[in-house]
């Protein structure tokens, strides 16, 4: 069975503090993928990054990076200088590699950016 | 390009009724997956269709059914409406091989 765990349900920051977005997963495959989405008030979930199980080089794309360690089976993700813009709800996600390859999501991190 | 189109956007029905969800795939994607996302909790995956075949199905009841067509669009058909149903349905859609998901905006069905 596969299961994510989003331990934080609601974070409040100020603008242009840093956050970080915790997310640890359970998994018995091998090979498996991680994701992290973000759903703003619309409802669309907007794709933000997909790892692989096999690379855990940490990642960075503007004001996002994301920490991959498998030894404590986490996939962290941190906004720098964070915005108004980035209050959503996030979601960290886990796909195995089976026929359908389903996604297996978290509960999701609501966050509130306020200035 | 246009992305994954759902209908309706939202709807209410009574218990006991019945509902369906429609939603056309992104351009170029051959796969469909339906996910249920109640308030407050991730989205819990129902079933995936390809081939216009049920995949895979996850842990819900039977009066949840699906239907791929030949174009790759798909419906979600749910019966015997319960309260416990009011959830935004997502759709997904994907281009077998590749890991990339393009969900839409959904469709928030309220049973009253």
């Known amino acids: 069975a596969q299961k994510v765990t989003q331990a934080q349900t609601e974070i409040s920051v100020v603008e242009k503090e840093d956050v970080t977005l915790d997310c640890v997963y359970e998994?018995?495959?091998?090979?498996?993928?991680l994701f992290w989405y973000k759903q703003p008030p619309s409802g669309e979930l907007v794709f933000l990054i997909r790892r692989n199980s096999f690379d855990e080089q940490n990642e960075i794309s503007g004001r996002y990076s994301w920490n991959f360690q498998k030894s404590t089976s986490s996939f962290n993700f941190t906004i720098t200088a964070s915005q108004v813009v980035d209050s959503a709800v996030y979601f960290c996600?886990?796909?195995?590699?089976?026929?359908?390859?389903?996604?297996?999501f978290g509960t999701g991190t609501r966050l509130q950016v306020t200035l | 390009d246009a992305g994954v189109t759902q209908s309706p956007t939202h709807l209410i029905k009574t218990r006991g009724q019945q509902v369906t969800l429609r939603c056309s795939p992104k351009s170029g994607h051959d796969t469909v997956s339906w996910y249920q996302q109640a308030l407050g909790q991730g989205p819990q995956f129902i079933f995936q269709y390809y081939e216009e075949e049920e995949r895979q199905r996850g842990n819900f009841p039977d009066r949840f059914s699906g239907h791929q067509f030949p174009n790759y669009s798909s419906e979600l058909n749910v019966n015997a409406l319960l309260l416990g149903d009011s959830a935004l349905y997502l759709c997904?859609?994907?281009?077998?091989?590749?890991?990339?998901?393009?969900f839409g905006s959904g469709t928030r069905l309220t049973v009253v």
């Open positions: 996600a886990l796909m195995g590699t089976g026929t359908a390859s389903k996604l297996t």
């Open positions: 997904a859609s994907s281009k077998t091989g590749l890991f990339g998901y393009t």
């Open positions: 998994t018995r495959d091998t090979t498996y993928y």
